[in-house]
């Protein structure tokens, strides 16, 4: 049985004047121990997707439609209270600003404990002892004197890795990793990330990893979601999808990567922007961007489909899979 | 390529604005627009109010002694032609509060243009060029906030009042006004800017100026004052407010405006002595004037500063 | 340092042991400090730069990489001029910069132009696309009539990719990579040689990157630019760079082609950063792990800046801070252990 599991995910956002979909009809699923990555450029919904499996949207935006079942209950539903009962504790979050989770004038010990003693019944003894062993287990060096500093006093990698051992202090079940490396400089980044990567493994505990960069999806995760204008376009093993991308914007989007072109050569650019979700163009999103655009990419929107392993939403890859263009599923 | 990219001007000015996140903000805020109307009416009838006023308080041909002291139209005793009664000299109280207003309002403003033009120059320097003038321009500051504003207004022009003497002070009183409360304020501006400035100067936008080889006016003229005009507006019209008062206390106090070109504020005080003889009017319907005019022009800036949100450094 | 040689014998630009501290203590009683019970006088500075020395030469892409708080941005305000150095010297071919005053670079200014990270900062909110462009190009060619210039910016919008008839915009009225477009526009309207790019494309989406990355290497071959490109990312150096600084801590590590540096890094930092970054392929490579995170520049310990990261480090490292020596690839490289052949491989 599945950890999480999607279905048909609607988030909107109510402007002044309209109603903006931020989300479009968003389904996966995780595994327990699975690592998944979320992957598109800014503006593509993936941070959005980590607030609404969070339950932790905020004023103008809304869960319009869709299942979230955690652990077989559809937390959608839930009250703040049933709610807070699960954040923190069977499911983590960890964002890209550790000062976000970390208050400025809390010293280290006092939220650690805080968080541990909201959830379980413990001693104040009993919770540091259990903080500094996580502290421990994020290889931060002597732990106990951490507890008694303040955020501030801190480098940002080490932050980092105390914003992680506070995510795993209650053992959750899924952590959701907005963007957890971006702000830190490349070799504290490969540190943090071969400690997640350790941590999931060891505790088997899924991860929902958020990001923009390709390298790191490769890295870490076991399977990928490649989302574009609030909608996955292609899903499935993360190799299969990195070696042998299908959809024309997955594609496009490696090769658009410095490595991927001769040093001193034109890289292979897509042209345009995204879309903003307020003036979406008609049919597929990608199309005004697209190589491969035919007249039915600009008239209907193409749906995901399966193809082995993976899950693509093209009609162009629907076609080469010898599945002819279907007017009527717009 | 002229013709083409002044066609992509969408729509006028004014629509750009009522479209606005401002205007939305306005259209949406009944406070503002309330304050604005009344604001609106108090400011078309001190502008009109030559037009509009049945009579000229400032002429004395058209002043009787004989009608001093009729009260408003809806009490007992009074003229019809008088609609708020008339004062202590006889003149007609509707006429004479707009006028009193017109100046009001002038001296305000003329006073607010002068703190903005001394404060957003010092400011700028200060903030802009920093280091020691930094230290000495927001010292003098400090030195001039220390003293209130009252206090300095009141010591000056009792002085040129004995120095000039009445008649010269009297003919003189409004540029007299116009430069104490221009000049003791302006340390609210200079301080206000001085912040934005320091603000403004870290943005890249201004190392790319620097980076093209403008000279520090042109940056501090055409780059960064634009950008430090929300702030700006907040406090002028909390300013603005703020002189109006000064100027009523003042002329409240004798040290204003002279009886025969009232203000509201001289007006106020002038009816102060008959407050018990039972003209109350005299007192009471420029003080209500007053009163709304500041607190309008107070709710608007409060309104502006919810929109605009920028950081004001006060004391 | 004169062992560091560019390829072409007059460098376009010179750094000459090039220093800058940033004094911490200004005040007199901020300089006072409590020591064991002893009031002691002390100026804290943050070193950002100390001793870089090297060259670029005409047409050349120098890129400078290196981690946040290495100095890399504040060599590119030095370069530009929005600094004033410590110490060292800067020349601009051949002849001494850092000391000129604000008419004495006006030169300078029509010469070299700087692209910075933020595209969202760097253009004044204020004003249109047009008055951004037409006002550097009125303000160093006050003899073009108002004609020339608005058909010169619209042909250097042209050549950014940006709609002429867009030019009554503002700049929030753009996408990110349009403004880095505008902003790159911006800078050529005064036809520089030399461009400054400081993390030009750090603060843009993937697919947006190579646009910008595209448009800049155009310019590069259309105008012969000469660059002096910072960046953390080395995906990017390896692609557009034809050498490559590597800046710890404000000090130069290495200084090599960028092909001699990928394919043979030598400096232990070099290798860890290489190493560090995420690759797409399918092995999972092991990168080399630093001991411990960058220490603050305030204060240099006397040695090697990387001693306390380093595990190749010694007591030389500990006491004597390297100097850049030459390969024979050409290379500079500044490490005790590599100049006396410690490192294995």
Redesign the interface.
């Known amino acids: 049985m599945s950890l999480l599991s999607v279905r048909d995910l609607t988030v909107k956002f109510a402007m002044r004047d309209q109603t903006v979909t931020a989300l479009n009809q968003i389904s996966f699923d995780v595994r327990r121990g699975e690592r998944l990555g979320i992957v598109g450029e800014s503006g593509a919904g993936k941070s959005i997707t980590g607030f609404a499996l969070m339950n932790l949207l905020s004023q103008p935006g809304y869960i319009d439609s869709g299942h979230v079942m955690f652990g077989g209950e559809d937390i959608v539903r839930f009250s703040d209270a049933q709610m807070r009962r699960i954040r923190g504790n069977r499911m983590a979050m960890i964002f890209q600003d550790p000062m976000v989770t970390l208050n400025p004038v809390l010293t280290i010990g006092q939220q650690m404990v805080e968080t541990l003693r909201a959830h379980r019944k413990l001693s104040r003894a009993e919770a540091e002892q259990i903080s500094i062993l996580k502290l421990r287990e994020v290889y931060i060096p002597s732990p106990e004197e951490r507890l008694e500093q303040y955020p501030h006093e801190l480098s940002g990698g080490m932050r980092q890795r105390i914003v992680i051992a506070i995510a795993l202090l209650l053992d959750p079940e899924l952590i959701i990793a907005d963007e957890p490396t971006t702000a830190l400089d490349v070799t504290i980044q490969a540190d943090i990330m071969d400690l997640l990567l350790e941590l999931c493994q060891s505790n088997k505990v899924g991860l929902i990893l958020i990001t923009h960069d390709l390298g790191v999806v490769s890295q870490m995760t076991e399977r990928t979601l490649v989302m574009y204008a609030g909608r996955i376009i292609e899903a499935g093993p993360t190799r299969q999808i990195i070696n042998d991308p299908q959809h024309p914007y997955t594609q496009g989007l490696i090769n658009a990567l410095p490595q991927q072109t001769l040093p001193g050569h034109r890289l292979k650019q897509i042209p345009g922007n995204m879309p903003s979700p307020a003036a979406l163009p008609a049919g597929c999103p990608f199309h005004p961007r697209c190589d491969f655009a035919v007249d039915i990419c600009r008239r209907v929107r193409p749906e995901i489909m399966r193809f082995a392993e993976v899950e693509i939403a093209c009609h162009e890859v629907s076609r080469l899979h010898g599945i002819p263009y279907k007017e009527e599923s717009a | 390529m002229s013709s083409l990219s002044t066609n992509e001007i969408p729509a006028s000015r004014w629509s750009r604005i009522w479209n606005s996140k401002m205007g939305h903000s306005f259209r949406g805020n009944p406070v503002a627009v309330v304050s604005l109307a009344i604001f609106l009416v108090i400011a078309f009838g001190a502008i009109f109010a030559p037009l509009i006023a049945p009579f000229d308080p400032y002429d004395p041909g058209q002043i009787d002694i004989m009608n001093s002291e009729y009260p408003p139209i809806w009490i007992e005793g009074a003229d019809p032609q008088f609609l708020f009664g008339t004062d202590d000299q006889g003149r007609d109280l509707w006429s004479t509060i707009l006028y009193g207003t017109r100046l009001s309002l002038m001296i305000g403003l003329c006073a607010v243009a002068l703190q903005a033009v001394l404060g957003i120059s010092i400011g700028l320097l200060a903030g802009y060029i920093g280091g020691r003038l930094d230290s000495l321009l927001m010292r003098l500051a400090d030195i001039q906030l220390s003293f209130s504003t009252l206090m300095v207004a009141i010591i000056f022009l009792a002085v040129t009042q004995a120095m000039f003497g009445s008649e010269t002070f009297n003919q003189y009183a409004i540029y007299f006004l116009i430069a104490v409360i221009g000049v003791a304020e302006w340390p609210q501006y200079a301080r206000t800017v001085r912040a934005t400035v320091l603000a403004e100067k870290k943005k890249e936008y201004v190392d790319s100026a620097r980076v093209l080889g403008f000279g520090p006016m042109r940056i501090m003229v055409r780059h960064i004052l634009p950008n430090s005009l929300s702030p700006i507006f907040v406090i002028s019209t909390v300013q603005v407010a703020n002189a109006i008062i000064s100027e009523a206390s003042l002329s409240f106090l004798g040290l204003g405006m002279p009886p025969s070109q009232p203000s509201l504020g001289s007006l106020i005080s002038s009816g102060f002595d008959y407050i018990f003889s039972g003209s109350w009017w005299i007192t009471a319907i420029p003080g209500v004037v007053l009163v709304v005019l500041v607190l309008v022009i107070n709710l608007l800036g409060d309104w502006m500063r919810d929109v605009l949100n920028p950081k004001l450094y006060k004391g | 340092m004169t062992d560091i040689i560019a390829p072409d014998s007059r460098p376009l630009l010179e750094l000459k042991q090039l220093e800058k501290r940033f004094v911490l203590d200004k005040g007199f009683l901020e300089t006072l400090k409590l020591r064991r019970g002893r009031i002691v006088r002390e100026r804290r500075a943050v070193h950002a730069v100390n001793d870089v020395s090297l060259s670029v030469a005409r047409g050349e892409a120098l890129c400078v990489v290196g ?2 708080g290495c100095g890399k941005s504040t060599v590119a ?1 030095l370069v ?3 600094l004033t150095p410590s110490g060292g010297e800067i020349l601009y071919d051949g002849a001494r910069t850092d000391n000129r005053s ?1 008419a004495g ?2 030169p300078l ?2 010469k ?3 692209i ?3 595209p969202y ?7 249109t696309i ?1 008055q951004a462009l037409e ?2 190009m009125h ?2 060619n006050p003899a073009m009539s108002r004609a020339e210039v ?2 010169k910016v ?1 042909e250097v919008m042209r050549t950014v990719g940006v709609d ?6 503002y700049p929030h009225e753009f ?1 990110g ?2 403004r880095q477009r505008i ?1 790159i526009a ?1 800078a050529l309207t ?1 036809d520089p040689e030399f461009i400054i790019a400081d993390e030009p494309i750090s603060a843009l ?7 910008v ?2 448009l800049m ?2 310019a590069k071959e259309q105008r012969g630019l000469t660059y002096l490109f910072i960046t ?1 990312d ?3 150096v ?3 760079g034809t050498r490559v600084a590597v800046l710890y801590l404000g000090t130069l590590c290495e200084l090599a082609d ?2 001699t540096l990928f394919e043979n890094p030598k400096h232990p930092y070099t290798r ?2 290489l ?8 092995d ?1 490579p092991k ?1 080399i ?2 001991k411990g ?2 220490p603050t520049p305030i204060n240099l310990p006397q040695g090697c800046p990387f001693y306390s990261r380093c595990t190749y480090a010694n007591d030389r490292c500990r006491v004597e801070r390297p100097l850049p020596v030459q390969k024979p690839d050409g290379s500079a490289v500044a490490c005790h252990a590599v100049e006396e052949d410690r490192l294995d491989g």
């Open positions: 981690e946040s305000r530009a001029g929005l604000r670079m006006m200014r029509k070299m132009q700087m910075f990270q933020n900062a760097s253009l004044n909110p204020r004003m047009r006002e550097p303000y160093h608005r058909d619209a002429p008839s867009w030019s009554m915009r996408s990579g349009q902003a911006r005064v989406d993937v697919s947006i990157q190579a646009q990355l595209n290497l155009e953390h080395l995906s990017v390896e692609h557009f960028t092909r860890a950063l190493s560090a970054v995420p690759q797409l392929s399918d999972h990168h792990r630093l995170e960058i």
